[in-house]
């Protein structure tokens, strides 16, 4: 079986796994104005990642994780912050920590973001914003960013993990754009991108077809998804 990946609009994306396992990253569904109604409520799940606690990023992985009994993999903070909320299926860590989820090994690294969340006007710190590596046993090698800007050390990403795929964010302002998040497929060798967190309100720019003209010299392949669209 290969590796699907679905976009379900912003930076929620859904892999199921080579060995039949579904992950989903940074569950923004039923507010997510991207997020086709279909998928707000997507079973079962075998995990849920979240990169960082902005609420585009994580306002639904409550709800995922009650319905489906799915654990939590996210920094020390956010789950600290989520079993204060009752919740107890939850696979705290921290950059350079790997945690193994069915059939994939998932590995926290860096990315330059900020990371918080409100709750009744009060700013709550959320830990640092982080990445993910997700090795599966039998199939490629996806890295996903997360929030982020461009950073030198996605060299490092390349030298140790060697991933096939990026889930990069291209929307601009908030993150890189579209010509940052071509320099970083050539700094992480990858054959392939997704392009995320883009489209989702007017002020993030970036499009799919900047970064496929920034990456033409490079022979990256650039997954343009609709939301709710699957790429294997």
Known sequence: ??????????????????????????????????????????APLDGILITHGHSD?????????????????????ICRWLERKGLRALRPMNKGGTHRVADARITMVDARHSSSIEESGIAHYMGEAAGFV?????????????DTALFGDMQLIRELYAPDIACLPIGDVFTMGPEEAARACRLLGVRQVLPIHHGTFPVLTGTPAELRRHVASLGVEVLALQPGETAE
Request: net charge negative; glycine share 10%.
């Open 1 to 42: 079986m290969p590796l699907a990946m679905t976009w379900l609009g912003h930076a929620t994306c859904l892999f199921r796994s080579p060995g039949g396992a579904s992950l989903l990253l940074d569950p923004w569904l039923e507010g997510n104005p991207s997020c086709p109604p279909g998928w707000h409520h997507p």
């Open 57 to 77: 990023h994580m306002a639904d992985a409550a709800a995922a994780a009650r319905a489906t009994g799915a654990p939590i993999v996210a920094n020390f903070e």
């Open 134 to 146: 997700l090795r599966f046993d039998a199939g490629p090698t996806v890295y996903c960013a997360g």
